[in-house]
């Protein structure tokens, strides 16, 4: 039989799974399609990694590697929902939980000292971050808004903030001494394998990391000198201070998972300095680190002595009297943009703000003009050039916009997200080198004590597929494709040398195939979508990030709607289904209120691209009508706006669930290139349409209660059951579908 692999991930898209897989399994079995979950969720990744400390019963298989291998091979159908992308914090918050429900996880060493504690690390080590992304994408991304989503996101558009022409609001980047300025590249002419050495001023030389290569691959080095850093966030501090606005930082400390921690640290410092001047080392000593945010500071005080932990809060109250105003992430409990590193992710946080006039909230719960801090300037400029032409032209308007589809290097654990394993805190003034096989420096920087130092590669193989699937969407699209390079940038360089190869492999006869930097190829894209014209954006792993957000968060105001689809290289196929960031305050006013507000419809998309694939793959056709009808029923479901209320006691995802049953049963019915099909779901569809008004009922009183679910990063299965499916008329509908 054939399967779809159903990912369990955490959350909002996981509990919005308990209501909306069992009515996928019914409807695929009706192709001989199985659905199977796998556990990808961060509580089951921890489970997973020590088994020898936990009874029979609670040990779990380690499903990503299972899936990854999977995703070699052409057999992969995949369905990936969101994940947790764990910071530090909440990986300490997801070990508490699983501790607290009888798991004998070790707690997180912050500071190991033994080889027990360094192993412990090490396995940690390998949750944290983006840990599920480069496993599964095993192919490049596509991702583009659906048709139907697009059109109704014209006929009904979202609200869009006023721009002011004088609007103080603006991008502050380093543009020197960062890591887009230090970068070198190279392309290794055979298989190598290269070797970090770093050579302190004093002392000998050690390795850092040995890591093989490929012929043709790029891998680049490059550093963030720490000094320059604090100076320039200290020259934004006071900016922020004497202009008025509020202050704010945009990193991405799940994703970046050893870099950007240690950027927010810096920032917290530099925000704070009399607090770390005077008490930096009771701190430490009692493992209060800023790079965990303000917020873990403040909840640790109670481990000092209560006389130091008085003067520490007295400074911070001072550092926030005193200092510009902040940002907040909810002003109504006091959570500022320093609080937790991965509360504020830039590829989200930035378009939100774009959307909203160039303006955050402070803490009088009042929208400000911001001053938006982006200390590396690599992609900066994509959201200067954005606020530069609101200022100019004012807001966008979605009724008339045209739209930016992307084209994403991703497979194989390319560029930037790959830098995990590479990226090092140097504790000492010296020198690193990236040596090949011959022993010879390829790449060499001079560092400080404090730098942040990294090295990352791009594959070939990853490579001439991405412009392959370029040329491809180009060419089905009819649309401008434009990849996002910028000479002057050395890691860019390299990949144009490639991409202007590897473009004359294909047929490009009466494309339009451009090469520009981001910046320009933002504004080039700015002035299409304004006219209502599409522009394929080419971009890198973090540009993808970034601009699958960005865009569709301006076009449609979410990018969850997005269709997102990754062609695995094997021949398989891996299916996303959106972004997860807001999904935290999702799970917040469900347990409050038993309302889940997450949007499945990223998930729609998938599953109809899913059975699509093994339409197209294995020569299914009903998995075909199941993909048609369920596009269908998706476009009815937008039209009927049945999409999630924000507030309580109206439709929420349950809701959602059973009109998307309804819709896709009553299309299934109807059509006409599968009779027996039609002839066996129209029973389910009068049923369903039947009882309507008793379901909708039935899912609408049980909102306005607290709930338990057992547990936020591990609910109790039969808890969230119960409150994922309320309604045993829908439940026993959807059994009789077997």
């Known amino acids: 039989m054939a399967k779809i692999m159903y990912t369990r991930t955490d959350e909002a898209p996981l509990l919005a799974t308990y209501s909306l897989k069992p009515i996928v399994e019914a409807f695929a ?20 990694l020590f088994p020898e ?60 000292q033994t080889e027990e504690e360094k192993d412990v690390r090490a396995r940690y080590d390998t949750v944290k971050g983006s840990a599920v992304n480069p496993v599964l994408r095993e192919g490049n991304s596509d991702r583009r808004a659906p048709k139907a989503v697009k059109e109704f996101a014209k006929a009904f558009p979202h609200s869009m903030g006023e721009w002011a022409p004088d609007s103080k609001t603006r991008v502050a980047t380093m543009g020197e001494n960062d890591f887009a300025s230090n970068e070198q590249s190279v392309i290794s002419p055979a298989d190598d394998t290269f070797t970090v050495r770093f050579t302190p001023a004093s002392g000998e030389a050690r390795v850092l990391k040995t890591f093989p290569v490929l012929a043709g691959e790029v891998v680049d080095a490059t550093f963030m000198n720490a000094a320059a850093l604090d100076a320039f966030l200290a020259d934004q501090i006071a900016a922020a201070k004497e202009d008025g606005v509020l202050f704010s930082v945009h990193l991405k400390a799940t994703m970046m998972k050893v870099s950007d921690p240690v950027l927010f640290g810096h920032v917290v410092r530099a925000f704070f300095p009399a607090v770390f001047e005077k008490y930096g080392e009771q701190l430490a000593a009692a493992g209060l680190s800023p790079n965990d945010g303000l917020g873990a500071i403040l909840a640790g005080l109670d481990s000092l002595d209560a006389d130091t932990a008085a003067a520490v809060k007295a400074e911070i109250d001072a550092g926030l009297e005193n200092g510009p105003a ?3 992430v909810n002003s109504h409990k006091g959570i ?58 004012g807001k966008f308007d979605p009724s008339v916009m045209g739209s930016v589809p992307n084209v994403g290097l991703m497979a194989q654990k390319a560029e930037e997200y790959g830098s995990h394993d590479k990226t090092f805190v140097l504790d000492a003034d010296g020198t690193v080198e990236v040596l090949n096989g011959a022993g010879e420096a390829v790449m060499s920087h001079t560092v400080s004590a404090g730098d942040i130092w990294r090295a990352c590669q791009a594959k070939d193989v990853p490579i001439r597929d991405w412009v392959r699937l370029a040329v491809e969407r180009a ?22 040398t490639k991409v202007e190869q590897y473009l004359g492999d294909h047929d490009t006869e009466g494309l339009d195939i451009r090469i520009m930097s981001p910046v320009e190829a933002t504004k080039f894209s700015v002035e299409r979508i304004r006219r209502g014209e599409d522009t394929i ?24 709607k997005m269709l997102s689809v990754v062609p695995l290289i094997a021949g398989g196929g ?37 059975f699509r694939h093994f339409q197209n ?102 808890k969230a059951d119960a409150v994922m499916r309320p309604s045993a008329t829908l439940n026993e509908i959807i059994a009789s579908l077997s």
């Open 53 to 112: 400390r936990l009874t029979e019963e609670q040990r779990i298989e380690d499903a990503l590697s299972e899936l990854g291998a999977l995703a070699k091979t052409p057999d992969a159908n995949i369905i990936k929902l969101p994940n947790i992308s764990a910071s530090v914090p909440q990986l300490k918050a997801a070990v508490a939980e699983l501790q607290a429900q009888g798991y004998d996880v070790p707690d997180y060493p912050e500071d190991p």
């Open 537 to 560: 954006s080419v971009t890198g792993n973090v540009l993808r990030d970034y601009n699958t957000d960005l865009f569709p968060i301006l076009e449609l105001g979410t990018s969850a």
């Open 29 to 48: 079995r009706k192709a001989g399609v199985e659905v199977e979950t796998r556990d990808i969720s961060l509580a089951g990744r921890i489970i997973a």
């Open 475 to 496: 060419r089905l699209s009819d649309t401008p494709a434009v990849f996002w390079l910028d000479p002057a940038r050395a890691h860019d360089a390299n990949l144009i």
């Open 574 to 610: 891996l299916f996303e289904t959106g972004a997860g960031g807001s999904a935290p305050k999702h799970v917040q006013q469900l347990v409050e209120e038993n309302h889940l507000r997450w949007d499945s419809l990223g998930e729609f998309f998938a599953i109809a691209e899913s």
């Open 336 to 393: 500022t943009n320093l609080h937790v590193p991965s509360d504020v992710i830039v590829d989200a946080s930035m378009p939100a703000m774009i959307r909203g006039g160039g303006k955050m909230w402070n803490a009088d719960d009042k929208e400000q003009d911001t001053l938006a801090v982006i200390p590396d300037s690599s992609y900066a400029g994509v959201f200067q050039a954005v606020i530069d032409d609101c200022k100019a032209n």
């Open 617 to 718: 793959k294995e020569g299914n056709d009903r998995a075909g009508v199941l993909a048609s009808t369920l596009d269908d029923a998706t476009g009815t479901f937008l039209r009927e706006n049945k999409s999630p209320s924000r507030k309580v006691n109206e439709i929420d995802n349950r809701g959602s669930h059973f009109y998307l049953a309804l819709y896709w049963a009553e299309e299934l019915a109807k059509q006409t290139e599968d009779a027996d099909l039609a002839a066996s779901i129209k029973p389910v569809a009068e049923a369903l349409r039947a009882n309507e008004e008793k379901i909708a009922a039935e899912l609408l009183e049980v909102q306005g209660s607290p709930v338990d679910l057992g547990g936020y990063y591990n609910p109790a299965d039969d």
């Open 326 to 328: 902040l940002a907040m």
